[in-house]
């Protein structure tokens, strides 16, 4: 996997994120947020089930008035999402560890004012009561002038959206922010962020898909975007946005930490293009759909087996099962995908035929080694 991004630290209460801290995992209440019993309730049982930072609506005045009492109550690190109401961030900055805004948003209300302005009144903000800030772009909502700039290409706007916020905010000498762009289409979610952090690498990036919906769906395609932008350096944070019933709140948590625990042992669904120099083994985490348990072992024989090859440029991929096993494993140098019976041998694209699990491990060494002395890149 690549080295994470150099992106600088921001503190957000007690916590830190951003250079070489561990990923931070976040969540948001879904109780209206002026009622604060459910609200310090559902914050209390997403800080159990280990969030690092809560972020909850506020929608209006009497959302921003339960502020304070829900601060009486929780020492969470606290995150107000502002929506359109720019002007209530003196309000509840004195209450929160972080102010949430969407560049979109702030296009909606007191149109005297220039979003330079209105940026200053938030930072302002911040500043004085020890908060940090979020750019949170978003698909839905990004300023119309940029998509009318940008016409077919729906990433463009996102990016100019959030590198103009991050110039405002740079101009006011307000360092401590982070970014997100959020879509609910995984890829679009991937090319954003990669863009991004192409323009801006010190800047800490808040990842998400917005709307993944249901489990397992929902984490599945939270999964494919974290995969790709994480195992190439990108990220510092992530939310799993899940639909589920208020009392399940905290699976976005314990499903965050698991893709988190995941990648960083290998265990992919997809294959992230460019992992780094050196051979990368990757297994899937497995999942129901597995027919052979066999397939754990095998993904651990592969690991050991290879070792020799470690200096080389190569991916191989061991995929659990015959449902997504045949197209996940397109992108590896080598792929394998378990049958019930037998497991199938893919260089790239092409099938190379299906072998026995008492045979596949020397076959797959043979295809190793035809890769080595075809001049397989080294690590440099
Ligand atoms: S490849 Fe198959 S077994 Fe592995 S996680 Fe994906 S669906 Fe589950």
Redesign the pocket.
């Known amino acids: 996997m690549k080295k994470r991004n150099p992106t600088r630290e921001v503190r957000i209460g007690t916590m830190v994120i951003g250079h070489d801290r561990p990923l931070a995992v976040q969540s948001m209440t879904a109780t209206q947020t002026q009622n604060v019993d459910a609200t310090v309730a559902q914050i209390k049982s997403l800080e159990a089930a280990g969030a690092d930072v809560v972020r909850m609506a506020v929608d209006g005045p009497k959302d921003a008035e339960a502020l304070q009492s829900i601060r009486e109550q929780t020492a969470a690190n606290l995150c107000a999402d502002l929506q359109e109401n720019w002007r209530l961030a003196e309000r509840v900055a004195p209450f929160v560890d972080k102010l949430r805004y969407n560049p979109g948003h702030l296009y909606h209300l007191e149109k005297d004012k220039t979003i330079g302005e209105k940026v200053a009144f938030i930072a302002a903000a911040a500043r004085k009561s020890d908060c940090a800030i979020r750019v949170g772009v978003n698909c839905g909502s990004v300023d119309p002038d940029l998509i009318d700039r940008y016409g077919e290409d729906s990433i463009a706007p996102m990016v100019e959206s959030a590198l103009q916020h991050c110039a405002i905010l740079d101009e006011l000498q307000f360092e401590r922010y982070c970014v997100s762009l959020k879509d609910s289409d995984p890829l679009k979610v991937i090319e954003a962020n990669k863009r991004f952090a192409g323009r801006r690498p010190e800047i800490p990036l808040h990842l998400g898909v917005t709307e993944a919906g249901l489990p397992p769906e929902g984490v599945i395609k939270t999964r494919v975007a974290f995969e790709q932008l994480i195992a190439q350096g990108i990220g510092d944070t992530i939310r799993v946005s899940l639909t589920v019933p208020n009392d399940r709140k905290g699976e976005e948590i314990v499903e965050g930490r698991k893709i988190l625990d995941d990648i960083e042992h290998g265990r992919f ?1 997809s294959v992230p293009g460019d992992l780094g120099s050196g051979l990368n083994i990757i297994s ?7 027919e052979n348990e066999a ?1 754990v072992e095998l993904a651990q024989k592969v690991k050991e087996v290879t070792r020799f090859a470690s200096k080389y440029n190569l991916t191989i991929a061991v ?3 015959r ?3 045949p197209g ?1 494993t397109d992108d590896a140098d080598l792929g394998l ?1 378990c049958a019930p019976g037998f497991v199938n041998l893919k260089r790239g694209g092409a099938s190379l035929g299906s072998y026995g699990y008492d045979e596949i491990i020397d076959q797959l060494l043979t295809e190793l080694n035809i890769l080595i002395e075809s001049g397989a890149p080294q690590r440099g």
């Open positions: 669904r899937c985490p497995s999942c129901s759909r597995v397939f995929m659990g099962c449902v997504n096993g996940e995908w």
